[in-house]
Antibody
Framework: QVQLQESGPRVVKPSQTLSLTCDVSGDSMSNGGYSWSWIRQPPGKSLEWVGYIFYNGNTEYNPSLKSRVTISLDTPKNSFSLKVTSVTAADTAMYYCVRDPGGLGPIGPWGRGTLVTVSS | DIQMTQSPSTLSASVGDRVTIHCRAG??????VNWYQQKPGKSPNLLISAASSLQSGVPSRFSGSGSGADFTLTISSLQPDDFAFYYCQQYYNRPWTFGHGTKVEIK
């Protein structure tokens, strides 16, 4: 059974960098066939796809965030990470990592999510 | 980006009611639509994929329909466990986009 677990600081100061890691168990990310995405949800709002990384390191980001987002892969640790630079209060959200079949089926499973608050 | 316009934003209903939630895509997207249920503090739970494919373990009172640009999620007989938020999502083109959500609340 594939499981994903987010981790990282829960509070980030404005203008600093948000950093999260997603640990994947039950599936090897290097097997291919899936991309691995981050999705976020501000409090009381809908969901926003942030970006993905493929097993070979290829990435694609939401154009609305592209200039501030980096997703990277740590194959030996079977994990992937998200960095968002120059954060503001608008980046306060629940951040989810998910397995993403890239249009060949529904995204999932989802991690439980981690709430990141941007506050001084 | 493909905009997903979901309606209504809030739906007040009673146990046993038949409820329908609509989602309209900004362009035709074949059947590349998922429907999720989300409860407070939880990650979204996939109900329907490919517009009408009921996921394993999801009660048969949930159904999805539509193709092209118009899609519908129907709950045939609302149960107490169904009061939650519901979201549609397109996976035809990246960036994947979601509807703004429908809150199904007790009348």
């Amino acid at each position: 059974q594939v499981q994903l677990q987010e981790s990282g600081p829960r509070v980030v100061k404005p203008s600093q960098t948000l950093s999260l890691t997603c640990d994947v168990s039950g599936d090897s990310m290097s097997n291919g066939g899936y991309s691995w995405s981050w999705i976020r949800q501000p409090p009381g709002k809908s969901l926003e796809w942030v970006g993905y990384i493929f097993y070979n390191g290829n990435t694609e980001y939401n154009p609305s965030l592209k200039s501030r987002v980096t997703i990277s892969l740590d194959t030996p640790k079977n994990s992937f990470s998200l960095k968002v630079t120059s954060v503001t209060a608008a980046d306060t959200a629940m951040y989810y990592c998910v397995r993403d079949p890239g249009g060949l089926g529904p995204i999932g499973p989802w991690g439980r999510g981690t709430l990141v608050t941007v506050s001084s | 980006d493909i905009q997903m316009t979901q309606s209504p934003s809030t739906l007040s209903a009673s146990v046993g009611d038949r409820v329908t939630i609509h989602c309209r895509a900004g362009r035709t997207i074949s059947n590349y639509v998922n429907w999720y249920q989300q409860k407070p503090g939880k990650s979204p739970n996939l109900l329907i994929s490919a517009a009408s494919s009921l996921q394993s373990g999801v009660p048969s009172r949930f159904s999805g329909s539509g193709s092209g640009a118009d899609f519908t999620l129907t709950i045939s007989s609302l149960q107490p466990d169904d009061f939650a938020f519901y979201y549609c999502q397109q996976y035809y083109n990246r960036p994947w986009t979601f509807g703004h959500g429908t809150k199904v609340e007790i009348k």
